[in-house]
């Protein structure tokens, strides 16, 4: 089976940045695409930022240009960087990458178990 273990979040002022990791592990024969969600009370969850296996990078309009996604194979991990954080930027923050597992023909979602990003002064 495989997992997503995050890290990262707490407490942040405004203006302040947070770097969030996500480290995949298992039985993993390929990652491909891998981003980070985000939840807030009462909001739906959106797609923050995601990288697919050629680097190739997209981010939602609200974040574009203060976050930076990026990954390292080597260590089956994606990174979250956050700059400039806002307080609008306080959610739970999911991370997901899609594993091809050893001996499996399709891809699956898989997801990390969230954790809190709050930016309060």
């Known amino acids: 089976q495989v997992q997503l273990v995050e890290s990262g979040g707490g407490l942040v002022q405004p203006g302040g940045s947070l770097r969030l990791s996500c480290a995949v592990s298992?039985?993993?024969?390929?990652?491909?695409?891998m981003g980070w969600y985000r939840q807030a009370p009462g909001k739906q969850r959106e797609l923050v930022a995601s990288?697919?296996?050629?680097?190739?990078?997209n981010y939602v309009d609200s974040v574009k240009g203060r976050f930076t996604i990026s990954r390292d194979n080597a260590k089956n991990t994606v990174y979250l960087q956050m700059k400039s954080l806002k307080p609008e930027d306080t959610a739970v923050y999911y991370c997901?990458?899609?594993?091809?597992?050893?001996?499996?023909?399709?891809?699956?979602?898989?997801w990390g178990q969230g954790t809190q990003v709050t930016v309060s002064s």
């Open positions: 997901n990458a899609a594993v091809q597992a050893m001996r499996v023909l399709y891809e699956h979602d898989y």
């Open positions: 298992g039985n993993i024969f390929s990652i491909n695409a």
């Open positions: 990288i697919n296996s050629g680097g190739r990078t």
